[in-house]
């Protein structure tokens, strides 16, 4: 992963994502005894935000991309 391209939320942005409406969404999909531990903003989308979401659980570490739209009229 490029650093140039991609960039970590702060630990205080990533605390204030989670407690928004899409990171409690996020904590509600992931499975039992898995949480969020981190974000990584990914650059590109020209119509949506993407984040890389980074999960630690039972099993081990995953990551996940999260697409959220900036307008409704970008989303079908």
């Given at each position: 992963m490029n650093s140039a391209q991609n960039s970590e939320l702060p630990d205080t942005r990533l605390h204030e994502w989670l407690q928004s409406a899409t990171g409690a969404w996020v904590e509600q999909a992931l499975g039992k005894g898995e949480r969020a531990s981190g974000a990584v903003?990914?650059?590109g989308g020209a119509t949506?935000?993407?984040l890389r979401i980074n999960v630690d659980g039972p099993t081990g570490q995953r990551a996940l991309a999260l697409r959220s739209f900036?307008?409704?009229r970008f989303a079908r």
């Open positions: 903003r990914l650059h949506s935000e993407m900036m307008e409704p």
